[in-house]
């Protein structure tokens, strides 16, 4: 006897075989099967190799940071090294004046701002100067004599500390030349310099004063000094004969050419010495210049026969 699934009255015969076509759809395929597994293959092998790379990533930090701190130092270095052989290449290729003789030929001066003039004229013995004005930092200097090493020396430091940052803003200026040394005048008298440093000696006292050319881009926006030993000073307009010579300097050699220079001004037609002036010694150069290369200065202020 042949025994047959009854059928629902009602029902559509392609129902079972949608049913059956259902089922096998949710039972996965062997190449879904292949899929899963690689898939879960895969995501176990990334786990420990994403472990080690969130423990590199630190490492990596570090050794970054390391880098980086190399780096920065490194450049800081060659900043240093690059203002190191800038300022070094002022002294080692230094400037030359216009030479009369061969002593001047051979001197040099470093390649640093110095103060404004324009030649007047010039002889075998002298150049006249008219010396545009600027402003210096002075302060007195201990001792008998203007080349004593010892009040030379705490002298400049003094201003020399100045000009670094011992002043109000705390800010550090360029270095000028020359350096001057005079004779201080005294109390009440005008004050008129013409150089970075000046060293006078008062008449009948023993006193002398160092001076510093400011940096003209400052004008008379100087900053004050801290120390109250140091002044600042305007220095006006005025005529100046120079007589230059090398080597070092000492006060005897001083006296002697100032001697020589007030005696070749009184045979000049167009200037003469002022009355009250004393004289004015320009040093140029750092210590370690050689002597025949050195340039140093002794200045007296003239005025017109006119006037």
């Known amino acids: ?30 190449s879904s099967r292949t899929i899963t597994n ?10 420990p190799r994403q472990q080690r790379r969130r423990t590199m990533s630190a490492l990596e930090a570090r050794i970054s940071l390391v880098f980086a701190l ?26 030359r004046f216009e030479s009369r003789t061969l ?21 075998d013995q002298y150049e006249i100067r008219e010396v545009e004005p600027y402003f210096v930092a002075e302060t007195s200097m201990p001792g008998k004599t203007g080349f004593d090493f010892n009040g030379a020396s705490k002298s400049f430091n003094v201003l020399a500390e100045y000009l670094f940052g011992e002043n109000t803003r705390k800010e ?3 270095m000028t030349t020359p350096v001057f040394t005079r004779t201080s ?33 400052y004008g008379a926006n ?7 030993s140091v002044r600042i000073r305007e220095v006006p307009r005025k005529i100046v004969a120079v007589v230059a010579f090398s080597g070092f300097v000492t006060d005897e050699d001083i006296k002697q050419r100032e001697t020589k220079l007030r005696e070749a001004l009184k045979n000049d037609r167009q200037f003469q010495v002022k009355e009250g002036t004393s004289v004015e010694v320009a040093q140029y150069n750092p ?21």
């Open 1 to 30: 006897m042949l025994l047959c699934e009854p059928l629902i009255v009602g029902q559509p015969i392609a129902s079972k075989t949608q049913t059956i076509s259902r089922t096998r759809n949710l039972s996965p395929s062997p």
């Open 222 to 228: 100087l900053p004050f000094p801290k120390d109250p």
């Open 172 to 174: 550090k200026m360029e």
């Open 287 to 307: 210590p370690f210049t050689l002597p025949f290369q050195r340039r140093n200065e002794i200045a007296i202020e003239v005025e017109s026969k006119e006037e």
């Open 103 to 123: 002593e001047e030929a051979l001197m040099s001066v470093p390649d640093l701002e110095t103060f404004k003039f324009r030649v007047l004229s010039r002889t």
């Open 185 to 217: 005048l005294s109390d009440g008298e005008k004050m008129e310099m013409t150089a970075p440093v000046i060293t006078k000696r008062v008449e009948d006292q023993d006193k002398w004063q160092m001076s510093f050319l400011m940096p003209s881009k």
């Open 70 to 95: 190399a780096s920065q130092t490194a450049s800081l270095s060659q900043r240093l090294v690059l203002d190191f052989t800038t300022e070094a290449a002022k002294y080692l290729f230094p400037k």
């Open 38 to 47: 690689i898939s879960m293959a895969t995501d176990r092998a990334t786990a």
